[in-house]
């Protein structure tokens, strides 16, 4: 999206890039895609964290990566919090 910068990080230890504190102290909103997902980020970088607000966008983390049909879920939830 225009105008925004991204960065995409897993909760998991195998994931391509893991979610580290640097990568939450630099983010002015984090956006996450299942619910457990906030908890694991609310638990683990909670010091990091601050007053950040942190979005669910209610995808299930089933999708490949960026398959067609999560990129357009992706696209769809972004737009009503980016713009």
């Given at each position: 999206m225009p105008g925004v910068v991204t960065a995409s990080a897993g909760t998991r230890k195998d994931a391509d890039v893991e979610l580290s504190?640097?990568?939450?102290?630099?983010?002015?909103?984090?956006?996450?895609?299942?619910?457990?997902?906030?908890?694991?980020?609310?638990?683990?970088?909670?010091s990091a964290l601050g007053d950040k607000r942190i979005v669910c966008l209610d995808i299930p983390d089933k999708f490949g990566l960026m398959e067609d049909a999560l990129v357009e879920l992706l696209q769809a939830r972004m737009r009503q919090h980016v713009i």
């Open positions: 504190d640097e990568l939450v102290i630099w983010a002015d909103k984090i956006f996450v895609m299942e619910h457990r997902h906030r908890k694991i980020v609310r638990s683990r970088f909670a």
